[in-house]
C-alpha cells in the first residue's frame, strides 16, 4: 500500500546530529500519528495531529519535536537523541472528522540508528 | 490509562489448521478493537476490526470475536497458508479517542 509513504527508510545518526522524518499521506485523511517501534514493546503512541492541531502528546522527550505543516505532511525533527531512541518510527492516519475510532493506516517505517 | 494483553508471543501451526490469538483489555469504556498484520520491513496493516456494538465479524478467513462482559477479543484465522506468517497487533481504543493502545504482538508462523 502507498497510502502512507515514510522517508527515509533507514537512518544512521550520532547523537550531537539533526535530522528531520517525513511522512506524506494520499487518503485524504485529516489525522496524522507518529509511532515508536522498539524490539519486543508495543507500538507507543508519540503524538497525535487533527486538522493540522496537536491533540495528544504522550509524554514524548523534547528532542523529539512534530510538525504538521498540512493535513497531509507530518515531520519528526530529531536532535540530541539518545542511543536508546534507536527504534522503527512509524506514521499513520486516519479520518479526523469522524472522531476518534477509525482505521488508522501505517506507512512502512523509517528505521532509525543512534550511533 | 488502558491496557492490553496479548497471548501467545509466539503461535506455530501447520499449513491448513487454525490460528486463534487472544486479547483481553482493561478499560471497559474502550469501544473499538483493531487487529494489525506486520510483515517483514513493512508497517503495520489493518486486517479487520470491530466496534463494541457487535460481537462477530468475518472477512473471508479472518474473523475476529468480542466478549465485553470478559473484556476480551480474538482473532480466527482458518485454513492458514504460509502467506500467513507475520507478527499479529491487537489493540483496543476509547470512544471518540485517537489513541490506540497496542498489545505486545504474536508471532506467527505457519509451516508449509
Known amino acids: 500500500e502507498t497510502g502512507v509513504t515514510q522517508t527515509p527508510r533507514h537512518l544512521v545518526m550520532g547523537m550531537t546530529n539533526k535530522k528531520s522524518l517525513k511522512c506524506e499521506q494520499h487518503l485524504g485523511h485529516n489525522a496524522m500519528y507518529w509511532y515508536k517501534q522498539s524490539a519486543k514493546k508495543p507500538l507507543e503512541l508519540m503524538f497525535v495531529y487533527n486538522f493540522k492541531e496537536q491533540t495528544e502528546n504522550n509524554s514524548v522527550p523534547s528532542r523529539f519535536s512534530p510538525e504538521c505543516p498540512n493535513s497531509s505532511h507530518l515531520f519528526l525533527h530529531l536532535h540530541t537523541l539518545q542511543p536508546e531512541d534507536s527504534a522503527l518510527y512509524l506514521c499513520?492516519?486516519?479520518?479526523?472528522?469522524?472522531?476518534?475510532?477509525?482505521?488508522?493506516?501505517f506507512g512502512d517505517g523509517t528505521r532509525l540508528s543512534i550511533l | 490509562g488502558e491496557n492490553v494483553e496479548q497471548h501467545p508471543s509466539t503461535l506455530s501451526v501447520q499449513e491448513g489448521d487454525s490460528a486463534v490469538i487472544k486479547c483481553t483489555y482493561s478499560?471497559?469504556?474502550?469501544?473499538?478493537f483493531p487487529w494489525y498484520k506486520q510483515e517483514l520491513g513493512k508497517g503495520p496493516q489493518l486486517i479487520i476490526d470491530i466496534r463494541s456494538n457487535v460481537g462477530e465479524k468475518k472477512d473471508q478467513r479472518i474473523a475476529v470475536t468480542l466478549n465485553k462482559t470478559a473484556k476480551h477479543f480474538s482473532l480466527h484465522i482458518t485454513e492458514t497458508q504460509p502467506e500467513d506468517s507475520a507478527v499479529y497487533f491487537c489493540?483496543?481504543?476509547?470512544?471518540?479517542?485517537?489513541?490506540?493502545?497496542f498489545g505486545s504482538g504474536t508471532r506467527l508462523l505457519v509451516r508449509p
Open positions: 478499560d471497559s469504556a474502550s469501544n473499538y
Open positions: 499513520a492516519s486516519s479520518q479526523g472528522d469522524r472522531g476518534g475510532n477509525q482505521p488508522q493506516h
Open positions: 489493540a483496543a481504543s476509547e470512544n471518540s479517542s485517537y489513541k490506540l493502545i
